[in-house]
């Protein structure tokens, strides 16, 4: 039995995943709203709120899962990239548990835990597989050969995907964070309408500036009433210029590694057209999709358990490596 705990950025989560990779239970509690006012992530008030629920979820992950603390015997936690101080109130908790339990504790990469949402139950994806991990803060293609560590052959250039959707909504005058917002209001719109350029970067990599500077300029020639009617429209041609350079991308590099399957990990892996996109790929289930602790659980499957009292020096870092 394996309690995973996730901390790195709004959302504080805990979950319970058996050793062959069921989910028996995946509290998150979203702080969402508390930062929708200020149009994105603020780290302090993050760091606070999650000191707030960290108890109460794991509490209720443990309920929901009918498991008593006696019964874990290793700890996963996410120990970054991410907020320092979001990632420390997880890191913290884990060792505390650790600890007290004399179990083992994983430190999990958050990237290796988006992968190893794909390792989980009903139907397990068995690597070798090229993944697009597309989430607020990266875009990577990864080259997955075998659990538990992967090589990176795509990135993007300056914003991530996510953040370009949820900058995009901003623009849009829609509510962060702006991915899902901009997914359901694209279903109304025409993605033919507006013409958004797809960034032509050399080797594997992306770029977003491009679109994002265009559709702030389609936003300021409309002005307030045009946008108001064009908001739908703008929103299906920003979501298709998107998903069309994910896509082109990920299935250019599975040609490139010689690898026949793809996968799409991520928060942007939620997005309706980027899955209708992508029959032929194995997506996680949306609630996977999104940041969770059931991933960071799977992901500590395949880690390397360190132990008490060695795990009581385990520090968090800000980003990827
Ligand atoms: O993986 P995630 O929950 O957190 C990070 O590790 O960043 O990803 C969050 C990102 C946000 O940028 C959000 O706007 C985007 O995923 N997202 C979506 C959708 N749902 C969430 N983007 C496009 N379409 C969606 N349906
Ligand atoms: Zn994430």
């Known amino acids: 039995m394996i309690l995973g705990i996730e901390t790195s950025c709004d959302e504080t989560a805990a979950a319970l995943v058996t050793a062959d990779g069921r989910v028996l239970s995946s509290i998150v509690a979203s702080q969402a709203e508390?930062?929708?006012?200020?149009?994105?992530v603020v780290p302090e008030i993050a760091s606070r709120r999650h000191l707030e629920l960290i108890g109460p979820v794991i509490r209720e992950a443990l309920g929901e899962a009918d498991v008593g603390l006696g019964e874990i015997m290793r700890v996963g936690v996410t120990r970054g990239p991410g907020l320092?101080?979001?990632?420390?109130?997880?890191?913290?908790?884990?060792?505390?548990?650790?600890?007290?339990r004399s179990i083992p504790l994983v430190a999990v990469d958050h990237?290796?835990?988006?992968?190893?949402?794909?390792?989980?139950?009903?139907?397990?994806?068995?690597?070798?597989?090229?993944?697009?991990?597309?989430?607020?803060?990266?875009?990577?293609?990864?080259?997955?050969?075998?659990?538990?560590?992967f090589e990176r052959i795509?990135?993007?250039?300056?914003d991530a995907a996510?953040?370009?959707?949820?900058?995009?909504?901003?623009?849009?005058?829609?509510?962060?964070?702006?991915?899902?917002?901009?997914?359901?209001?694209?279903?109304?719109?025409d993605p033919a309408a507006f013409r958004f350029p797809?960034?032509?970067?050399?080797?594997?990599?992306?770029?977003?500036?491009?679109?994002?500077?265009?559709?702030?300029?389609?936003?300021?020639?409309?002005?307030?009433?045009?946008?108001?009617?064009?908001?739908?429209?703008?929103?299906?041609?920003?979501?298709?210029?998107?998903?069309?350079?994910?896509?082109r991308r990920l299935r250019q590099a599975a040609e490139l590694a010689g690898i026949d399957r793809i996968a799409v990990v991520g928060g942007v892996a939620a997005n309706s057209e980027l899955r209708a996109a992508l029959p032929e790929a194995a997506l996680a289930p949306l609630w996977l999709?999104?940041?969770?602790?059931?991933?960071?659980?799977?992901?500590a499957r395949f880690g390397d358990p360190l132990p008490v009292p060695e795990v009581l020096a385990l520090d968090a870092y800000a980003s990827a490596a």
């Open 34 to 40: 508390l930062h929708a006012s200020y149009g994105g």
């Open 289 to 299: 999709c999104t940041d969770n602790a059931a991933m960071i659980a799977s992901a």
């Open 154 to 158: 795509g990135t993007t250039l300056d």
């Open 111 to 149: 990237l290796q835990g988006h992968v190893a949402s794909l390792y989980l139950g009903p139907a397990p994806v068995e690597p070798p597989f090229v993944c697009l991990l597309a989430s607020g803060g990266h875009t990577l293609l990864l080259a997955v050969r075998r659990h538990g560590s």
């Open 198 to 247: 797809i960034a032509r970067v050399p080797g594997l990599d992306f770029s977003f500036s491009g679109v994002k500077t265009s559709l702030l300029y389609a936003v300021r020639d409309l002005g307030e009433t045009g946008l108001a009617e064009r908001r739908a429209d703008l929103a299906a041609s920003y979501q298709r210029a998107i998903v069309l350079a994910l896509t």
């Open 162 to 189: 996510g953040e370009a959707f949820d900058k995009g909504a901003r623009l849009l005058g829609l509510p962060y964070p702006g991915g899902a917002a901009i997914d359901e209001l694209a279903r109304e719109g």
């Open 84 to 100: 320092i101080g979001a990632l420390l109130v997880g890191i913290s908790t884990a060792k505390a548990i650790a600890w007290a």
